[in-house]
Nanobody, 127 residues
Framework: QAPLVELGGGSVQVGGSLTLSCEVS????????LGWFRQAPGKEREGVAF????????NYDSSVKGRFTISHDTAKRILYLQMNNLKLDDTAIYFC????????????????????WGQGTQVTVSA
């Protein structure tokens, strides 16, 4: 399986938008959770948005709800994170991840269990 690779990071001003993408072919056909995490300098990695390949409502951290949208293009096998109205606190390295089949969302969110990770892409929001 090819590694997960995030694309689309960059610099943007407060209030701006960015879209991240991650090729998930090989990781999205097991009725498993896919997700985006982020890690800001000096902070722990935290879950941002999650989507289940078997079909369910996406799940968002309260800090991004209403501003970020996670989606999974099953034809292209790509995971997206559309980020709108970006804030300074959104500055972080963003990682896409694919949970192993059967790993519950709660454990995946807490990074407790088998999952595959990308290398991350930097998102910088400036005033």
């Amino acid at each position: 399986q090819a590694p997960l690779v995030e694309l689309g990071g960059g610099s943007v001003q407060v209030g701006g938008s960015l879209t991240l993408s991650c090729e998930v072919s090989g990781y999205d056909n097991n009725r498993n959770w896919l997700g985006w995490f982020r890690q800001a300098p000096g902070k722990e990695r935290e879950g941002v948005a999650f989507i289940y390949t078997g079909g369910s409502m996406p799940n968002y951290d309260s800090s991004v709800k209403g501003r970020f949208t996670i989606s999974h293009d099953t034809a292209k096998r790509i995971l997206y994170l559309q980020m709108n109205n970006l804030k300074l606190d959104d500055t972080a390295i963003y990682f896409c991840a694919a949970a192993s089949r059967g790993l519950p969302l709660g454990r995946f969110q807490n990074r407790n269990g088998a999952a595959t990770w990308g290398q991350g892409t930097q998102v910088t929001v400036s005033a």
